[in-house]
């Protein structure tokens, strides 16, 4: 019943599956701009880190980081990872000025701190490095 009002304001709490491993993804997938919002307004509340991957289905560097995010997720378990659909939901991506896919956008109680543009998956790790640290001075 859960997954079944889940599914009806559009929130994918349940591992996407990855052909290439059999663990299940830290990474929050969302389907609706309300359930989007109220995820988002409770991080708000969290000193934690926050890291949104804003891409498209149809993009080829986006797929190509989608291994590494999972990657990430699964070890820097202190922070948030959501991966957020530009076609499903352009009012987000118009909200944060994402222009290009993949954009990773990094969030501390609401604000952003950072920003990766690009497939750049060392770049990403660097910052999410950086600024997972910095939660305790948050």
Known sequence: MGSFLSSLVGYNDSPS????????????????SPRWQLHFDSAKETPKLLVIDFSASWCGPCKFMEPAL????????????????VDELPDVAQEFGVQAMPTF??????????????????????????????????
Not at 17 to 32: G, I, Q, T, Y
Not at 70 to 85: H, L, P, S, Y
Not at 123 to 129: N, R, S
Request: avoid cysteine.
């Open 105 to 138: 956008v990094l969030l501390r109680k609401g604000k952003e701190v950072d920003r990766v543009v690009g497939a750049q998956k060392n770049e990403l790790e660097k910052k999410v490095e950086k600024h997972k640290t910095l939660q305790a001075a948050a």
């Open 70 to 85: 999972k990657d990430m997720a699964a070890r820097f378990t202190e922070v948030d990872f959501v991966k957020i659909d």
């Open 17 to 32: 599956e990855d052909s290439s491993s059999s663990e299940p993804s830290r990474v929050l997938a969302f389907h609706s």
